[in-house]
């Protein structure tokens, strides 16, 4: 044990957190020990917490079929030149992705003209991963309260976990991967000790991977279950660490553990949570004002955990000038005319063309980011919906109540429009459909659709480019079924350091 805390302090001063607070305590010139819970406690939530200055992955936006280029001649195209190698996936012409984050990076920001590293997923998670693991390693080995313990062990543990699902979902195939023997494709380096060289780890699979995902998650809700942690929506609790524990075995379509968890969220003693009502609110009249009531704010009753900061959205938000991204057809065509989402969620920016961009968030909030109830209740519809497929019918009606009980806050005058069994045929297909149709809907722009549609097989879709605003100009890239390009590539200074990932 001595071992790992020598490492572990090694690592400390690796990542920086020395420098974070004054909380550490310096007992020579290159040592620095945390010897409280306390002290633990504040590192975990400057190195395993996401930070309002981190951005984690504001490109998952640009590469699902939810987005369009759209450009006029305000729209400088270097701005559209910036963006492309995510956009499409690598580029218009290469076969692969493998230079798509190295190209974009290399590219000057096209306000500013600086040319830096803007994205690295890849770095910024295995940091927060470094935190998370550095506390677990030491959380025996300091003073303070049992209680206080198991409450930072809980949190980093799910942390850990939140950071391990966003990787695997970045640059492995899912779980469910066809043409591949489930969960045995190469995955990501799992690093599960601040004594592990970080530069010698190869890929574990995405089965090893998705193992400790849930070790973690489950060890982590066991422990704050047992002081009655309820966390806040700046640090992870019950609520939290059961919604992403749904959403976890959803993507291994494990349906009776995520619907399991998904219905632990409500019955979490002294849970508050209530779903945001859309339905009251005129908002092209607010728009017409001048103003704009955005659904997603610190008072919002069905946010659960921020996680990230509003940042992750800002390539498509209404308030950015990176204009040349809008909503796509196919997302704009699946809202009804009285779902309130539409204008709620899709600000209207361009009206003469009827174009839409982005606007849940406030540029007020420093988070954006969060986890919702919502989700709750549609990793659970989703669930249901399989279970009642696999021939428990009981399940069926449980599905589509989940989903009205969404719906009813989303769209006008819905207590005429509710659905019943009857409304899908009392075809599990139609419904699964269903589920996936509304969870497009809800989570548009949030970074969920990419990862979804990996899940639900990776189809061929094509992305849409126009360079300029002279006729002739334009040209769609296509990403193919369970194509390459559905992985992203780890990038080279990455695999330079590390040569087991090759």
């Known amino acids: 044990m001595k071992n790992i805390i020598q490492k572990s302090i090694l690592l400390l001063a690796i990542i920086g957190l020395w420098s974070c607070s004054d909380f550490l305590e310096e007992s020579s010139q290159d040592e620095v020990i945390p010897s409280t819970i306390e002290d633990l406690d504040q590192l975990l939530a400057y190195e395993g917490y996401p930070r309002r200055d981190f951005t984690l992955m504001p490109y998952l936006n640009l590469l699902d079929d939810d987005v369009t280029q759209y450009i006029t001649s305000n729209n400088a195209k270097p701005v559209v030149t910036k963006y492309s190698p995510l956009y499409l996936w690598g580029g218009r012409s290469v076969e692969n992705n493998e230079n798509m984050f190295d190209d974009f990076n290399n590219l000057p920001n096209p306000t500013t003209g600086i040319t830096s590293i803007e994205v690295d997923s890849y770095a910024t998670l295995y940091k927060m991963i470094a935190g998370c693991n550095v506390v677990l390693d030491m959380i025996n080995e300091v003073s303070g309260e049992s209680e206080t313990k198991k409450r930072v062990e809980g949190e980093a543990r799910i942390l850990r976990s939140f950071h391990y699902f966003n990787l695997i979902n970045l640059y492995a195939y899912p779980y469910n991967a066809p043409n591949a023997p489930q969960g045995k494709a190469a995955g990501i380096p799992l690093k599960l000790s601040s004594s592990i060289d970080q530069n010698s780890v190869p890929r574990s699979t995405v089965a090893e991977v998705y193992a400790a995902i849930i070790s973690d998650v489950e060890k982590g809700i066991s422990l704050l279950t047992e002081i009655n942690a309820t966390g806040s929506k700046f640090r992870i609790g019950m609520n939290a660490a059961h919604l992403l524990a749904s959403r976890y075995y959803l993507f291994m379509e494990n349906w009776e553990k995520a619907a399991e968890h998904a219905t632990s969220v409500f019955s979490t003693p002294g849970s508050n949570l209530t779903l945001y009502d859309m339905t009251p609110i005129d908002y092209p009249a607010a728009i017409s004002l001048g ?99 696999a021939g428990q019918n009981e399940y069926f009606a449980k599905a589509v109540s989940d989903l009205n009980s969404i719906r009813e806050k989303r769209i006008k005058n819905y207590s005429s429009q509710a659905w019943t069994s009857s409304t899908f045929n009392n075809n599990a297909e139609n419904l699964i459909e269903t589920c996936r149709e509304e969870r497009r809907r809800e989570f548009c722009f949030e970074g969920m659709r990419w990862f979804d549609l990996r899940r639900y097989g990776m189809k061929s879709f094509s992305h849409s480019v126009d360079e300029s605003t002279s006729p002739g100009d334009e040209y769609s890239v296509e990403i193919g079924t369970a194509s390459s390009k559905w992985v992203l590539p780890i990038m080279k200074s990455h695999k330079e350091s590390n040569p087991a990932l090759n």
């Not at 946010?303 to 704009?332: G, H, P, W």
Request: with cysteine; aromatic share 18%.
């Open 291 to 389: 103003g704009f009531p955005y659904p997603f704010t610190l008072n919002n009753s069905e946010i659960i955990f921020y996680y990230a900061s509003e940042n992750e959205y800002q390539i498509v938000k209404a308030e950015y000038t990176t204009e040349c991204f809008m909503a796509s057809d196919a997302l704009r065509n699946c809202f009804a005319d009285d779902d309130q989402r539409w204008n709620g969620y899709l600000c209207p920016y361009n009206e003469e063309r009827d174009q839409k961009k982005l606007s849940k968030f406030s540029n007020q909030l420093e988070f954006g980011a969060c986890l919702r109830l919502s989700e709750v209740y549609l990793n659970r519809a989703e669930a249901y919906a399989q279970m009642a497929k």
